[in-house]
């Protein structure tokens, strides 16, 4: 079975899949804390690079991969409930420009801490490589990691479908997203909420930490943050404030990414950024409201 | 009275800027360099200000209007043997011409504002997060290019031989004028009527401001602003398009933030704390003299230390330190008429 | 039984007191109403009982334990619920969902109230229940919002201006069902600006007028239109 248009093949496209699946979880994360701290984190990829970081240590101190992967889970929600104390609470209250910046200030802070710690050239990640090895589905060769990526986050996405249609919790982060200052009135506990929302992203971050390592040869301190960048270009075109279409723009970009990255010849593949921010630029352009997004959306002056 | 007032809101940023300069006169050719970075760090976050602080509305894109400045100024005053030499891809037109410093100062300006004014003619019809998220995507997009793109610029290297232009005058001179346009704009009903629509956009609207052509001229501006600092920190030191990306539009914003995006003092003001402390921070890590005590920091305290300052004046005075005011004679307001004002709203 | 006091309540806003020395009492199985013209105070009272308005002064008791500095969520658990103006239903949400959002405020140990309770109070709750709230029509989202309140099975409910809005065959629904709701054994505090339906219904009602307790009426001074006046104009 072939696939052949514009140098896409099925392994490629495969690349796509998995991509996109890794980039909805992260803009679930994201759009998850935006409903109900109407925040949006840019400190979400540094929450990513320290999975990976945590990852990378766990396989040099001989972990066995799922001690790995708990540690990685670890240090990303122990970060991620720290980052809600000290950073997201005390600033609940103040304007969304000053909450982007101090985000802003958490990722750089983050980031430096990387560097100080760990220097600028990171730590091999070897800990998961053997998953870069293909299955032969019918013929064509795909990367395991893509296969099981694709799968991970389809599973983790109807999970958390799953809590928030079925559950008291998800009604209640439902209710807080719409409108928190009722909710609350109706008894919605405030921090069970955030808490719940805090968490979740959190796991999501941990997840995409341990799908985009195995697909690195090093950690670097760098590591998540230009990817953040996409997926809240995505979020915002998808709309930020509803779930299923920040999970479609999140995927879209990231499809759009593992696909282009692949079919695009390396002289221009080098300008893969620039392609896929003018087509956000463009789609912006043309619906400010974004993508998937019904009549009025959300309009957070930043 | 009024003109007293007015002199002072343009005088305590300017007597800070020469403050500086006449300070990095006195020290060691060493440090001199931190001053003289600290002062184009005034240029850019100034001209980050015409745009943040009058309309209110955040911009991740500015640095890239820096970088287009810089290249301009860069690329225009590399002696040709040279751009022969270390820039070999540069489109022929680019290679032949070469300009003198002033005149790169003036290009720079030049382009970073086309730039700007071409950028936010679509770009200023968006607001909240997407304006926010698309500014982002302008960084992206430049840095992106600038750094393959060898027919404009030295690529992923650096630049070198660019004629180091920018001493004391000129750092200090470059500082002053983006303070007095940044106030010269301030002052025209222009400003007001994008402060306006800053404090109440339905109500400006209303009363006839085109939000968007207020933004646009704004932006327009302040793009003319970043790309003259840009001419000025390419004649300081050798940068390349990495330097100018996320982390110099992080520190810019937290520079303006942390000062007070409400005020031109505030602009001021937090370039030169937190460049300071960011400029002291760096030196430690060649060990400093404090009092007659020397001490070494490992290399990235000086982030670490900037990062930590920034969250914390973010959560404590969340307006900036000069609480967005400009530096003013009191005026004859009781505290019974601010608690009235204040009831009103 | 479970009383709501306030007593000597004063809200402030920065420099605007909205609320001036307040004293009312709601027992179980009474409706106490509070009219007064806009700006009067009324609502900052309730927003002041559920902890969503700053209380400068005096407290608010119910059962003897006070309330003041609880978060709103915290007095919603301890049982009171509030049928906030403008009804605040979540549209996106189903009528079902709405509903089940008020268990949220249900003590713990408790059995009562739950969706039946509105159910029975409101029929067409039921029939409509997996529609989206956002399509019902104002009456009915009215419904919703005192049914919502309700199933957390509440000692105190406390209305906003239930009849905003509203057609005038809607608010005599609304008002049956908070003679059923008081009957029922709850204390009910209603904000109205229907001044003189409030004053029949309710067992006492209080005219608030700049934030300070004017006069209090009974059910037989409904028909003497001078004192509403005279109070409102004073």
Redesign the interface.
């Known amino acids: 079975m072939t696939l052949a248009f514009l140098n896409l093949t099925w392994p490629t496209f495969a690349n796509g899949l998995a991509l996109g699946g890794v980039y909805a979880l992260m803009a679930v994360g994201i759009g998850l804390v935006f409903g109900v701290l109407r925040l949006v984190n840019f400190a979400y990829g540094q929450l990513i690079m320290a999975g990976a970081f945590a990852l990378a240590f766990g396989s040099q101190w001989g972990f066995p991969n799922w001690a790995s992967i708990l540690f990685c889970f670890g240090v990303v929600l122990g970060l991620s409930v720290l980052m809600d104390w000290l950073v997201f609470r005390p600033l609940r209250t103040h304007s969304p420009a000053v909450m982007l910046v101090a985000t802003f200030a958490v990722a750089f802070l983050l980031q430096n801490i990387a560097l100080l710690a760990f220097g600028p050239l990171g730590k091999s990640a070897g800990a998961l490589a053997i998953l870069n090895a293909p299955w032969d589905i019918g013929g064509v060769f795909i990367k395991k990691i893509a296969v099981i990526s694709f799968a991970t986050a389809v599973g983790c996405l109807v999970i958390l479908q799953l809590l928030l249609t079925r559950t008291p919790l998800g009604l209640h982060m439902r209710a807080a997203a719409m409108d928190f200052r009722t909710a609350r009135l109706l008894g919605v506990r405030a921090n069970w909420v955030i808490s719940g929302a805090v968490i979740v992203s959190g796991l999501f971050a941990a997840v995409s930490a341990v799908m985009l390592s195995v697909q690195e040869l090093t950690v670097v301190p760098t590591f998540g943050t230009q990817d953040t960048i996409l997926v809240l270009a995505g979020v915002v075109l998808g709309g930020l404030n509803r779930p299923i279409p920040a999970t479609l723009g999140g995927f879209s970009i990231g499809f759009a990414n593992g696909i282009l990255g692949g079919v695009l010849p390396s002289n221009q593949s080098q300008y893969l950024p620039s392609f896929l921010f003018a087509a956000v630029i463009v789609v912006l352009l043309v619906r400010p409201n974004g993508l998937f997004a019904r009549g009025g959306g959300t309009v957070e002056r930043v | 009275m009024t003109w007293i007032r007015r002199a002072v809101e343009l005088l305590a940023p300017a007597l800070l800027i020469l403050g500086t300069a006449l300070l990095a006169l006195e020290v060691s050719s060493y440090l001199q360099a931190y001053f003289l970075d600290t002062l184009v760090k005034v240029a850019i976050v100034v001209a980050l200000y015409v745009f943040i602080g009058n309309s209110g509305v955040l911009s991740f894109g500015h640095v890239s209007f820096v970088a287009v400045g810089a290249w301009t100024a860069g690329v225009l005053t590399v002696p040709e043997d040279q751009k022969r030499i270390t820039m070999p891809g540069l489109a022929h037109f680019l290679l032949t011409t070469s300009v003198g410093n002033v005149a790169s100062l003036v290009l720079a300006a030049l382009v970073g504002g086309i730039f700007a004014f071409a950028v936010g003619l679509p770009l200023m019809r968006l607001s909240g997060l997407a304006a926010g998220i698309a500014t982002f995507g302008v960084l992206e997009i430049t840095n992106n290019v600038l750094t393959y793109e060898q027919r404009i610029g030295p690529g992923l290297n650096a630049f070198s031989s660019v004629p180091s232009t920018t001493g004391i005058w000129q750092a200090a001179i470059g500082g002053l004028v983006c303070v007095v346009v940044a106030y010269a704009y301030q002052r025209t009903r222009f400003s007001r009527m994008l402060r306006a629509t800053r404090e109440d956009p339905a109500a400006a609207a209303a009363a006839g401001i085109s939000i968007y052509r207020q933004r646009l001229l704004a932006f327009t501006l302040s793009g003319a602003l970043a790309g003259f600092a840009g001419g000025l920190y390419v004649h300081l030191q050798p940068l390349q398009a990495g330097s100018l990306s996320l982390d110099l539009t992080f520190v810019t914003l937290a520079m303006l933030v942390v000062g007070g995006s409400g005020s031109l003092l505030g602009a001021v003001v937090g370039a030169l704390a937190l460049n300071g402390i960011f400029s002291f921070f760096s030196a430690a890590t060649n060990t400093v003299d404090v009092l007659g005590w020397s001490f070494t920091v490992p290399s990235g305290t000086a982030e670490l230390t900037l990062g930590m300052l920034m969250a914390i004046v973010l959560i404590l005075r969340p307006n900036g330190l000069t609480g967005g005011r400009e530096l003013s004679l009191p005026r004859r307001r009781s505290v019974a008429d601010l608690e009235k004002a204040r009831a009103t709203t | 039984m479970t009383a709501l006091t306030v007593e000597k309540l004063s809200i402030r806003y920065?420099?605007?007191e909205a609320v001036r020395g307040l004293s009312l009492e709601v027992k179980p199985g009474e409706i106490v109403g509070l009219i007064g013209p806009n700006g009067a105070g009324k609502s900052s009272t309730l927003h002041a009982i559920?902890g969503?308005a700053p209380v400068t002064g005096g407290d608010v008791r119910l059962d003897g334990t006070s309330l003041v500095g609880r978060?709103?969520?915290d007095v919603?658990?301890r049982g009171i619920?509030?049928v906030?103006e403008g009804r605040?239903i979540?549209g996106?949400?189903t009528v079902d969902?709405n509903l089940?959002?008020?268990?949220?405020?249900?003590r713990r140990g408790r059995n009562g109230g739950g969706l039946t309770r509105a159910f029975d109070l409101f029929p067409i709750l039921r029939e409509f229940r997996s529609r989206q709230a956002g399509v019902l029509s104002g009456g009915q989202q009215q419904q919703l919002a005192i049914g919502?309140?309700l199933v957390?099975d509440p000692d105190v409910l406390l209305l906003d201006e239930p009849s905003l809005g509203l057609a005038p065959k809607i608010v005599d629904v609304v008002f049956e069902a908070l003679t059923q709701i008081r009957d029922s054994g709850l204390g009910v505090l209603l904000v109205e600006q229907r001044a003189q339906r409030t004053v029949a219904l309710a067992d006492r009602s209080h005219v608030l007028a700049n934030g300070e307790l004017r006069l209090t009426l009974g059910p037989e001074d409904a028909s003497d239109t001078d004192r509403l006046v005279a109070a409102y104009l004073a």
């Open positions: 920065g420099a605007v559920m969503a978060r709103p969520e919603a658990r619920a509030l906030p605040r979540f996106e949400l969902e089940r959002l008020g268990l949220a405020g249900r919502r309140a957390a």
